[in-house]
């Protein structure tokens, strides 16, 4: 009796992937709805505060936003700072801002925005 080997997940009998696990592995690039790419420009330009952001998108829950393209593969990460606000209460807003790493994707998704 011969011991056969079981195929890996994705592939059929000859070895070749099938289109549902190449499709898997392609990143898939939509457009930005134009809130998220008014924010995602803000970003490029530099830090952004969390006011920044409202007033970029307009929007009134610019961390929703952010998430939201965190969602699509970007890293933007928040830099917490140790603040004294109008009435002399510490407080520590958020400072985003992108990572380098996530340049490219972030044009590659401006771009996809301006094309569709």
Same mark, same amino acid.
């Given at each position: 009796?011969?011991?056969? #080997? =079981?195929?890996? #997940? ?13 499709? =898997?592995?392609? $990143?898939?690039?939509?457009? +930005?709805? !134009?809130?998220?790419? &008014? /924010?995602? =420009? ?7 505060? %969390?006011?920044? /952001? *409202? %007033?970029?998108?307009?929007? !009134?829950?610019? $961390? ?5 393209? @965190?969602? &699509?593969?970007?890293? /933007? +990460?928040?830099?917490? @700072? ?9 407080? @520590?807003?958020?400072?985003?801002? /992108? *990572? #380098?790493?996530? &340049? $490219? ?5 401006? @771009?996809? !925005?301006?094309?569709?």
């Amino acid at each position: 009796m011969i011991d056969q #080997e =079981k195929a890996p #997940e994705g592939a059929n009998q000859t070895g070749a992937q099938t289109s549902t696990t190449a499709k =898997k592995n392609t $990143p898939q690039i939509r457009p +930005l709805a !134009s809130r998220h790419a &008014r /924010i995602l =420009k803000a970003l490029l330009n530099g830090p952004q505060t %969390r006011e920044q /952001i *409202d %007033r970029a998108g307009p929007v !009134s829950n610019g $961390p929703a936003y952010i998430a939201d393209l @965190r969602q &699509r593969g970007l890293n /933007i +990460l928040c830099c917490r @700072r140790r603040f004294t606000n109008a009435d002399g209460q510490v407080c @520590r807003p958020g400072l985003y801002f /992108i *990572d #380098e790493s996530s &340049r $490219p994707l972030a044009l590659s998704l401006l @771009r996809a !925005s301006l094309a569709g």
